[in-house]
């Protein structure tokens, strides 16, 4: 057992040693910069709002109808059976919490569409940063924001941008 052990610390020595006489280039990119400036980017604005107006909007207002029913006929104890009235008193307190937290609930579901439609973009990108990482030599790509200090020329995104045929923003 232990001529074992000794042999895998003595291959995994080796291996590392290999490695660490290896030339190490480290690239940085901030993502986020280069998802903003894609043309692709730029649609998503309006199909969030038209998904906002057709589907968010009207069902806003199918729950405070719903609820404004399902009172009116639980408090209208003349007509409604005790059978109706358990079951509408069950699912009174979920429509409730929908009205009282609605912004809450769009700002999740309109999240959750975002991400859907980036999901494509945030692909390109990562695909076209892993290819140029790979033409320029780069072993490691960090995002910008885990570094403190970086030169400038191991800044990715002029590279990234020219691969995906994107022009960047002129700086001030």
Known sequence: ???????????????????AGAQMKIGYIRIDDM?????ETQK????????????????????????????SVYRDSLK???VV???????LPSLIYQIQNWQQIVNQTM???????????????FDAVKAVAKE????????????LVAPDADDMIAAVAAKLKVPLPKTK
Do not use: C, W
């Open 85 to 91: 009235r358990k079951q509408i008193e069950e699912e």
């Open 44 to 71: 998503i604005d309006s199909l969030l709002e038209k998904f906002q107006n057709d589907s968010i909007n009207p069902r806003y207002a199918q729950i405070v109808a719903l609820y404004q029913f399902k009172d």
């Open 136 to 147: 320029k030599g780069y072993t490691h790509v960090l995002t910008k924001e885990a570094l």
């Open 111 to 125: 999240e959750s569409k975002q991400n859907e439609y980036l999901a494509p973009i945030y692909r390109k990108v």
């Open 80 to 82: 409604t059976s005790a």
């Open 35 to 39: 998802v903003a400036i894609m043309p």
């Open 1 to 19: 057992m232990k001529k074992l052990l000794t042999a895998v610390v003595l291959a995994s020595a080796l291996l590392f040693a290999g490695d």
